[in-house]
């Protein structure tokens, strides 16, 4: 009997060890499966984190931001409201042909704007950035943005020094530094300008307007309309003639 009973015990007290070895590896089981799910979870905090994060340095660079001193239609304008003639001008300045059609007419636009007959409302737009391989096209007009919000009357000689200075197309451009540069001379402030280039500040706005010339039906650059008709010849006395011809109709 005895040794009966010692057997039962034996049995009894290996069942006992047996449930709580296996109480001890479901504990542990357990905790695994809980860290594991609180990892995962850290994990996905950590990267929507990330994720905002990169969002936020996105959006204060490139941007929401407009250039302050703009016209209708993100105009930038040179001569009165109360000209009764309008002449918008669709300018790339990666666009050799605008480069033609400035250099023809500059000196006539500048007259007729301050003879309070004709309003000038330049809009560049960013169409050629596969002219260049710097997405050329996009700087340019990003460094003219700057200059136009902080220092506006500098804007048309930047405009004239671009197209004169214009690069070759398939080049890499003018550099960030040229641009900076020019802007310089013609008369904005260096540091303005600098942080506005290499942050591309207005980049998100070259591309808004560039966007919104080809919902406007804009294809080519140049083009330029004289209250509200798009030229067909772009030399000097096309344009006087246009001019003149919108003038007589609106006395």
């Not at 001890?24 to 609180?38: I, Y």
Request: glycine share 6%; net charge negative; aromatic share 6%.
């Amino acid at each position: 009997m005895a040794s009966g009973s010692s057997t039962r015990d034996a049995r009894q007290a290996k069942a006992v060890q047996m449930r709580a070895a296996a109480a001890k590896a479901e504990a542990r089981r357990r905790t695994l499966v809980v860290g594991s799910v609180v990892l995962v979870v850290v994990l996905a905090i950590v990267g929507v984190f990330v994720v905002v994060q990169a969002a936020n340095r996105d959006s204060s660079t490139s941007s929401a931001a407009d250039p302050a001193n703009l016209g209708g239609d993100n105009s930038i304008v040179q001569g009165k409201d109360t000209a009764p003639v309008k002449v918008v001008i669709y300018e790339d300045f990666q666009c050799p042909y605008c480069a033609q059609f400035e250099a023809a007419n500059r000196e006539q636009l500048v007259q007729m704007a301050k003879d309070g007959d004709v309003q000038v409302q330049y809009r560049p737009i960013a169409f050629l950035d596969r002219a260049s391989t710097t997405n050329y096209s996009t700087r340019s007009l990003n460094a003219v943005a700057a200059v136009v919000n902080s220092s506006p009357d500098a804007f048309l000689e930047f405009h004239n020094l671009l197209f004169e200075n214009q690069p070759e197309e398939g080049s890499a451009g003018l550099s960030d530094e040229q641009l900076v540069a020019y802007a310089v001379q013609a008369g904005a402030d260096e540091a303005t300008i600098k942080k506005a280039v290499d942050d591309q500040t207005y980049k998100g706005w070259t591309e808004r307007v560039t966007e919104a010339s080809s919902k406007a039906g804009i294809s080519g650059t140049p083009t330029v309309k004289v209250n509200g008709t798009a030229l067909e010849n772009l030399d000097a006395a096309s344009l006087k003639k246009a001019v003149d011809t919108a003038l007589a109709a609106a006395q």
